[in-house]
């Protein structure tokens, strides 16, 4: 059986079944249920009722840290998507999370072979010795062999998240203003849009261009979308390459990540994909190497990805040790 324990907010929706469906993964509704723990405090405690031969797994720290004081039978699996003590300040929930890593009383599964190595060089020695990972899933339907370059305009497009600090909003946007002030920028026709969070205002750059901003967008609606955009810009102060990144490069566009620590390139998932300086100058400059990238190299770069497309297939082999791990 499949049970989710919400832990930060709660639905009984089972709309998670059908999403994963579409994903090529297919579970029973009978076997599925949802644990509301959301309203717990000192007061209120949250009970979840455990099998010994269950198998917890968890994907955030707090998670995490509850995990590893409770006990259980067997190691719990963590699976581990970033780095997340950078996600804060110096502060308890930096050290907190950065303690998870520690613990030893999980399976470490790690969302990427770039971020093991990230582990690996900051000499998480656990987590060396012990890691699975998996290269994800995130390409959008593969249309390589469909994919058309709209000549009389071209989009761009900003994952604009400014409550998550990690994704550099004020450097991307000043980043766009340095970059269309530039003549290659001008020789063509942009539409320029922003989406990941609602509230965000539209903005007029100095060349006069406006980010309009879509807010945040139904998935269906976002796919529809990514597949129109030309140009994207997805910053990642961080290991793991962003999904967005990936999406966009699978479905043709030329994008402009982040370079950090261990991560400086990602052209083994999409020559596609060039890698910048966190800084406005640096983004601009890679944009502006982008826009000059012809339709013809594009399309040749496009037809040499290596993103999965998949999640049955990239989760395989890394699930059948985990198995193996826990018979």
Known sequence: ????????????????????????????????????????????????PLHNDDVLVVSTWWDAHIASQLP????????????????????DKSVLSEQTYH??????????????????NKD????????????PAPGVANTQSTKTINTNEKIL??????????????????ALDLAFQDEVMKKDNWKLFSAGTTGVPSVKLTSGHIVKNLGKMKIEDYYTFAKTV??????????????????FASLGALVVSTKWETKQNLDFYSPNILM????????????????KISNSIRLKNFKNNHINFDWPTSLQTAIIKVAELYK
């Open 230 to 247: 030309d140009l994207a810009l997805s910053p990642m102060l961080a290991p793991h390459p962003n999904y967005p990144t990936l999406e």
């Open 124 to 135: 998480y020695e656990y987590i060396k010795k012990n890691a699975i990972w998996f290269e």
């Open 103 to 120: 613990s030893e009383k999980f399976i470490p599964l790690l969302n990427t072979e770039i971020l093991y190595k990230y582990f690996v």
């Open 1 to 48: 059986d499949f049970r989710v324990a919400q832990t930060t907010n709660f639905s009984d929706s089972t709309d998670v079944l059908d999403f994963l469906k579409s994903k090529g993964i297919s579970i029973d509704k009978k076997r599925f249920s949802t644990v509301n723990l959301s309203k717990r405090n000192s007061a209120n405690f949250g009970y979840l």
């Open 157 to 174: 497009f900003l994952y604009a998240r400014p409550n998550v600090d990690r994704n550099l909003f004020i450097n991307s946007m000043r």
């Open 72 to 91: 259980l039978r067997r190691k719990f699996l963590y699976l581990i998507q970033d780095y997340e003590p950078i996600f804060y300040n110096n502060s």
């Open 276 to 291: 910048a300086d966190p800084t406005p100058e640096g983004m601009a400059l890679k944009l502006i190497e982008a826009a």
